[in-house]
T-cell receptor, first 117, second 109 residues
Framework: GAVVSQHPSWVICKSGTSVKIECRSL??????MFWYRQFPKQSLMLMAT?????????EQGVEKDKFLINHASLTLSTLTVTSAHPEDSSFYIC?????????????FGPGTRLLVL | GQNIDQPTEMTATEGAIVQINCTYQ??????LFWYQQHAGEAPTFLSY??LDGLEEKGRFSSFLSRSKGYSYLLLKELQMKDSASYLC??????????WGAGTKLIIKP
């Protein structure tokens, strides 16, 4: 089946640094990728929707200047957490959507754990 | 390799009971999650099981057998709004989520 990968799996950084997380669709082209944030035992919170070649659409309350999203190709989207602070520590999950005819399928990545010290 | 299996699609009748199965083979186990996802929306957390047994939460229950690599989500008194995709995900030894492809549940009147 389709696979979505994320890199890195884990990242520990100092407060004030920027962290880039990559999301790749490995065997399909994704016109749309989504970035989520997950808190323990809670629902995935959609942060932004990323369409290839255009600006990302951010959900209300998500700072676009802090969470920079670049969807440079049909297989790669990146999330950069700029000037990370301890409150940004979380589990970030991406997903990629593919369309076949009239049906759409969304595949989820394994997640990236970010710990900001 | 790591693998999560769940049926692609199921159909049930309003008011009935449906069981969605999930089997997994992963490197290590740190819990199994069930999520509900309506079309165009983010997945909503339903349950988390890390110990064997049944956990009941209202109309929804989730069961886990670690020795069998098996879980199910039981939905009772089905309502039309329960029509959605149900995702099974296992957290492996590296605390990474391994996702099933999801089960599309269709509820008929």
């Amino acid at each position: 089946g389709a696979v979505v990968s994320q890199h890195p799996s884990w990242v520990i950084c100092k407060s004030g640094t920027s962290v880039k997380i990559e999301c790749r669709s490995l065997d399909f082209q994704a016109t749309t990728m989504f970035w989520y944030r997950q808190f323990p035992k809670q629902s995935l919170m959609l942060m932004a929707t990323s369409n290839e070649g255009s600006k990302a659409t951010y959900e209300q309350g998500v700072e676009k200047d802090k969470f920079l999203i670049n969807h440079a190709s049909l297989t790669l989207s990146t999330l950069t957490v700029t000037s990370a602070h301890p409150e940004d520590s979380s589990f970030y999950i991406c997903s990629a959507k593919t369309t076949s005819g009239t049906s759409e399928t969304q595949y989820f990545g394994p997640g990236t754990r970010l710990l900001v010290l | 390799g790591q693998n999560i299996d769940q049926p692609t699609e199921m159909t049930a009748t309003e008011g009935a009971i449906v069981q969605i199965n999930c089997t997994y083979q992963t490197s290590g186990f740190n819990g199994l999650f069930w999520y509900q996802q309506h079309a165009g929306e983010a997945p909503t957390f339903l349950s988390y099981n890390v110990l064997d047994g049944l956990e009941e939460k209202g109309r929804f229950s989730s069961f886990l057998s670690r020795s069998k690599g098996y879980s199910y989500l039981l939905l009772k008194e089905l309502q039309m709004k329960d029509s959605a995709s149900y995702l099974c995900a296992v957290m492996d030894s590296n605390y990474q989520l391994i996702w099933g492809a999801g089960t599309k549940l269709i509820i008929k009147p």
